[in-house]
T-cell receptor, first 112, second 112 residues
Framework: GESVGLHLPTLSVQEGDNSIINCAYSNSASDYFIWYKQESGKGPQFIIDIRSNMDKRQGQRVTVLLNKTVKHLSLQIAATQPGDSAVYFCAENPGGYNKLIFGAGTRLAVHP | DVKVTQSSRYLVKRTGEKVFLECVQDMDHENMFWYRQDPGLGLRLIYFSYDVKMKEKGDIPEGYSVSREKKERFSLILESASTNQTSMYLC???????????FGDGTRLSIL
């Protein structure tokens, strides 16, 4: 909800610019990764996922990049819009019953 | 679209009460999860279930129990509510294997 964004790093971008949100994951055994978007007052919403046998996956206006060597994940949003303003979480699955480990999140603020 | 429905958006209860939070999903998902979300602490897994009547402890199960009598419904129970259980509670569900979890919009629970 509205308190989710407290204590989070914030990325501020101009409307129309591209955004890049970064995430360092913790477990070298993780082989499945997800990005979520959480708007104020709502639950996390699935954006895009990627498996460890890929290093790039594209969706509509979004691209996820995976660098397993340095355990780094990024989400690129093209032509950022005001509706993209939210908190973004990465999540990793180290295996077993689809349990996820969530990152702390990044707040994206889009300015007109 | 996957629909995960949590029975209440806001709930206020008193210390010592037994509290039930209900979650229903309509996509025949095998896995269901309960998280709590607190500022600065992110999403923390309380319990999850991978099948009817099956449950596994997550990272913070103390003070909570769960029930899964039917595939579509997963209940979180606070046996004797305490003020430190004031939080946003999120339910999620997923198919088996490496599939994204889909979240409800959360229940903001206040324990007075």
């Amino acid at each position: 909800g509205e308190s989710v964004g407290l204590h989070l790093p914030t990325l501020s971008v101009q409307e129309g610019d591209n955004s890049i949100i970064n995430c360092a994951y913790s477990n070298s055994a993780s082989d499945y990764f997800i990005w979520y978007k959480q708007e104020s007052g709502k639950g996390p919403q699935f954006i895009i996922d990627i498996r460890s046998n890929m290093d790039k996956r594209q969706g509509q206006r979004v691209t996820v990049l995976l660098n397993k060597t340095v355990k780094h994940l990024s989400l690129q949003i093209a032509a950022t819009q005001p509706g993209d303003s939210a908190v973004y979480f990465c999540a990793e699955n180290p295996g077993g019953y689809n349990k996820l480990i969530f990152g702390a999140g990044t707040r994206l603020a889009v300015h007109p | 679209d996957v629909k995960v429905t949590q029975s209440s958006r806001y709930l206020v209860k008193r210390t010592g009460e037994k509290v039930f939070l209900e979650c229903v999903q309509d996509m025949d998902h095998e896995n269901m999860f309960w998280y709590r979300q607190d500022p600065g602490l992110g999403l923390r897994l309380i319990y999850f279930s991978y099948d009817v009547k099956m449950k596994e402890k997550g990272d913070i199960p103390e003070g909570y129990s769960v029930s899964r009598e039917k595939k579509e419904r997963f209940s979180l129970i606070l046996e004797s509510a305490s003020t430190n259980q004031t939080s946003m509670y999120l339910c999620a569900s997923s198919l088996e294997g490496q599939k994204p979890q889909h979240f409800g919009d959360g229940t903001r629970l206040s324990i007075l």
